[in-house]
Each structure stands twice: as structure tokens, then as C-alpha cells.
């Protein structure tokens, strides 16, 4: 047995969807969670309700859903819950397909076998204005950094 460690096959994980990847300036708004399949790091638009987020289809961009102890980390959030989407900022999520550092960013929410995932590819997808990609990964990689700029009013291309 060699006198020092040569190498390290345990380390924590990259991260998981809704946690945010780093300390850069970050924004989220609260409100409450309208539909029954929204997961962390799902992108989320302005409910039908005072304060809630919905499902993001062709509304008015509201955030990524922020990770939230009472969800797992593939968990789903309750219906009524109470949540943060991050409008700004540095957030993992998971890709749906191939995602290109610095390259705009799309969400399909027919990838990942329904479960909806982020991707470069803008066919089938709806563009998240104002992000960008913070690194490259592949459909089957757990996680992805996105890059938020606040863009009031938003709404996806």
C-alpha cells in the first residue's frame, strides 16, 4: 500500500436539479405550486392564481424551481406548495439531450420519458429567455448548470 492516497473514487455529487451551483447573485420569487408534476428544476410560468406557478407551456417565464427539502431531489412538488422559482442566477437541472456551453437554452417537457428536460436543440422546444448554458453535458448526464439573467416580462420565443 503506497505511503499516500494516489487517488479518490468517492466525491460528492456535481449536484441535482432546483439546487443552486454556485454563490453568483441569485433571485427567486415565492408562490404556490399549481399542477401535480412540477419537479425541482422545473421551469415554471405565472398561474391562473394569485401567486402561483404553473407548468411552463407559453406564459410568462417565472423561474426554475428551486430545490426545497420537502421534495426529493427527483421528487415532485404538492399541489397548493409553497416553492421559490429562481429567476436569476446559477442553477442545476437536468437535461433532456445535448447542452452546449454558452448556447440558449430550450425545455421539452416530452423528454426524459415525459418527465421534461433542458436541451440546445430548439425543435419541440420552448426557448427560456435570458439563459444561457454554464457548461456542456449529455442527455444522460444527471445534471447541467444554467445561467439566469432576469428578463421582466419574459416571455419564451
Known sequence: MPPFQTSEAIRPA?????QMADTAEWNANSGFIQGTTLRPGSPVQVGTGERTFAALTSGVFAGILRHHITAA?????????????????????RPGGACTL?????????????????TSTA???TRILGAEFGASAAATDPVVMV?????????PA
Open 147 to 155: 445561467k439566469l439573467v432576469k428578463l421582466p416580462g419574459g416571455i
Open 73 to 93: 431531489p427527483n421528487g415532485i412538488f404538492d399541489e397548493g406548495q409553497m416553492v421559490a422559482a429562481v429567476d436569476m442566477g446559477h442553477i442545476f437541472v
Open 14 to 18: 456535481k449536484g441535482f436539479p432546483g
Open 123 to 125: 425543435a419541440g422546444g
Open 102 to 118: 454558452g448556447s440558449p437554452v430550450y425545455w421539452n417537457a416530452t423528454l426524459n420519458s415525459g418527465q421534461g428536460g433542458y
